[in-house]
């Protein structure tokens, strides 16, 4: 909760690739940073997601192809300039 208070948002996508680039642009940078990654999914999956999984096996399910993730990266406040630079 604190790194949540003290850190700001860099970035809230749901493309793993623009992540690892980011991700890989802060690092070369040497800015330290905090991940956060949600499974993100509709509503009205969920439900059918918990059945299907009872009845398969998760590799078998239908339903796993409209799971996806949302992925956030937060960094220290005094740091925000330097990594909205590094993502360029």
């Known amino acids: 909760m604190f790194r949540l208070i003290y850190n700001k948002k860099l970035l809230v996508d749901s493309s ?3 992540f ?3 991700r890989a642009n802060l690092d070369e940078k040497n ?5 956060k990654t949600v499974k993100s ?3 009205i ?3 059918s997601y918990a059945q ?3 009845r398969y096996a998760m590799s078998y399910s ?7 993730y949302v ?3 937060y960094v220290k406040r005094k740091d925000y300039d330097k990594a909205r630079l590094a993502m360029e």
């Open 16 to 18: 793993a690739e623009e």
């Open 20 to 22: 690892a680039r980011v």
């Open 31 to 35: 800015i330290p940073c905090y991940i």
């Open 41 to 43: 999914s509709p509503t």
């Open 45 to 47: 999956l969920q439900s």
């Open 52 to 54: 299907s999984y009872q």
């Open 62 to 68: 239908p339903a796993k192809d409209h799971v996806s």
């Open 71 to 73: 992925y956030y990266i």
